[in-house]
């Protein structure tokens, strides 16, 4: 069955580079997604990359994406305290409703 | 309007109470969904629908559940004789059908549900 997961926390110092990964198991899927959730709010999309892309940057932002292993990483450079968040890898098919979100890493930047 | 509202954003109530919730998508989306989020875990699909027609429901929309779009603009969530077990926040998203299809969802804040 189609199943994302991810690592549950992170813990990185004010200024270092994070790197979040997630695995997904949906060949077909065609887009894949990071979300940002902040404390009481609902997920924003931060990024995200086409399936035949390798990789994509997008300002502090940079996603990683292997095909053969169905690994997808995002790196955020100078990581500040207010990227302090869960963050959601997600897949889906365009054209379809079907969004397969992962299990979220909580991400804590220590000042 | 300048995103997804969801009302109430807070839901305290007794096990076996009908409770309802109202989501308002951004105006020019004609794709709506509902996802329910427990603590820990990533939001999970309950129904999908374009405009008005509810075009799938997951298999965790138990009887109890009915989504309705009814004029396909805003939507409703109503859970009947609440569980201990349907606490959890009630996410709402949208999508347009047109334009520049990333596939991305705008997700409104979520509605908490409580059952006591």
């Known amino acids: 069955g189609e199943d994302v997961e991810q690592s549950l926390f992170l813990s990185v110092r004010e200024g270092d580079s994070s790197v979040i990964n997630c695995t997904y198991t949906?060949?077909?899927?065609?887009?894949l997604y990071w979300y940002k959730q902040e404390p009481g709010a609902g997920l924003q999309l931060l990024t995200y990359i086409f399936s035949n892309m390798d990789m994509k940057q997008d300002q502090r932002l940079t996603v990683l994406l292997n095909k053969k292993d169905k690994h997808l990483s995002l790196r955020i450079a100078d990581t500040q305290t207010g990227d302090s968040a869960i963050y959601f890898c997600?897949?889906?098919?365009?054209?379809?409703?079907?969004?397969?979100f992962g299990t979220g890493t909580r991400l804590k930047v220590l000042a | 309007d300048t995103g997804v509202s969801q009302n109430p954003r807070h839901k305290i109530t007794k096990r076996g109470q009908n409770v309802t919730f109202r989501c308002d998508p951004i105006s020019e989306h004609n794709r709506l969904y509902w996802y329910r989020q427990t603590l820990g875990q990533g939001p999970e699909f309950l129904t999908y629908f374009q405009n008005e027609a509810q075009l799938e429901k997951s298999r965790l929309l138990s009887d109890r559940f009915s989504a309705e779009r009814p004029k396909g603009s805003f939507s409703t969530l109503e859970i009947q004789r609440t569980e201990q077990g349907d606490s959890a926040m009630y996410l709402c998203?949208?999508?347009?059908?047109?334009?520049?299809?990333?596939?991305?969802?705008?997700f409104g804040e979520g509605s908490r549900l409580t059952v006591l």
């Open positions: 949906d060949s077909s899927s065609t887009y």
């Open positions: 998203a949208s999508s347009p059908r047109t334009g520049p299809n990333t596939g991305e969802l705008f």
């Open positions: 997600a897949e889906s098919t365009p054209g379809t409703y079907k969004y397969i």
